[in-house]
């Protein structure tokens, strides 16, 4: 059984940083893709990065330079560091894992397996 489970998350002044972690069981973070997504209050759900299972990332590109995706496979864990953080990064941000040997692919419908998501509230 999959199982993902997000953590770091809390509240923050604006200009601050975070580090969420992604902790999986049941899927290697070296074999599969992994995500981070986010979810504003009454917004869509949005991609945010992502890691290929060979180390590859790609960043949304409104978020690029703020956000960096990592991973240590010894740990099988996935991070999200966030730098500078804005009111506008206020949302719950999900963990995703994605299909076997797959790409750093920032389509939700590409990942089968959500973590129940960790808040990130942002004060000005």
């Known amino acids: 059984q999959v199982q993902l489970v997000e953590s770091g998350g809390g509240l923050v002044q604006a200009g601050g940083s975070l580090r969420l972690s992604c902790v999986a069981s049941?899927?290697?973070?070296?074999?599969?893709?992994m995500g981070w997504f986010r979810q504003a209050p009454g917004k869509e759900r949005e991609p945010v990065a992502a890691?290929?299972?060979?180390?590859?990332?790609s960043y949304e590109d409104s978020l690029k330079g703020r956000f960096g995706i990592s991973r240590d496979i010894a740990k099988n864990t996935v991070y999200l560091r966030v730098d500078s953080l804005e009111p506008e990064d206020t949302a719950v941000y999900y963990c995703?894992?994605?299909?076997?040997?797959?790409?750093?692919?920032?389509?939700?419908?590409?990942?089968?397996?959500w973590g129940q998501g960790t808040q990130v509230t942002v004060s000005s």
């Open positions: 890691i290929s299972w060979s180390g590859l990332t």
């Open positions: 995703a894992a994605g299909g076997l040997w797959g790409s750093s692919s920032l389509n939700d419908r590409d990942y089968d397996t």
């Open positions: 049941g899927r290697t973070v070296n074999t599969y893709a």
